[in-house]
Nanobody, 123 residues
Framework: VQLQASGGGLVQAGGSLRLSCVVS????????MGWFRQAPGKEREFVAF????????YYADSVKGRFTISRDNAKNTVYLQMNSLKPEDTAVYYC?????????????????WGQGTLVTVSS
């Protein structure tokens, strides 16, 4: 299974970006998908997850109301729409897959990871 994240870039504060993560080589629709981020010098942190059916989502407090996670099971793709971006959102963003049916906000709940895409928000 491979996860390929894309969509990162440089954006001004207050702007928007949409990240995509395509899953290939394995099942997608029955798994929870998550986004994490890691800023320079900091630990990887949870951003959001979406359950297999798409109806259940969960966000970190730091992004709630600004970010939206969604998925298209027909395209094996999960998205992260990021609005009202702040300089503190600057990080490498990773998508990941989890086989757990529980609430999954810890990195070790996920067993397959993408390579990351860099988001830089300028002030």
């Amino acid at each position: 299974v491979q996860l390929q994240a894309s969509g990162g870039g440089l954006v001004q504060a207050g702007g928007s970006l949409r990240l995509s993560c395509v899953v290939s080589g394995g099942p997608f629709s029955t798994y929870t998908m998550g986004w994490f981020r890691q800023a320079p010098g900091k630990e990887r942190e949870f951003v959001a997850f979406i359950k297999w059916g798409g109806a259940s989502t969960y966000y970190a407090d730091s992004v709630k109301g600004r970010f939206t996670i969604s998925r298209d099971n027909a395209k094996n793709t999960v998205y992260l729409q990021m609005n009202s971006l702040k300089p503190e959102d600057t990080a490498v963003y990773y998508c990941a897959r989890s086989s757990s049916i529980m609430v999954v906000t810890a990195a070790n709940d996920y067993d397959v990871w993408g390579q990351g895409t860099l988001v830089t928000v300028s002030s």
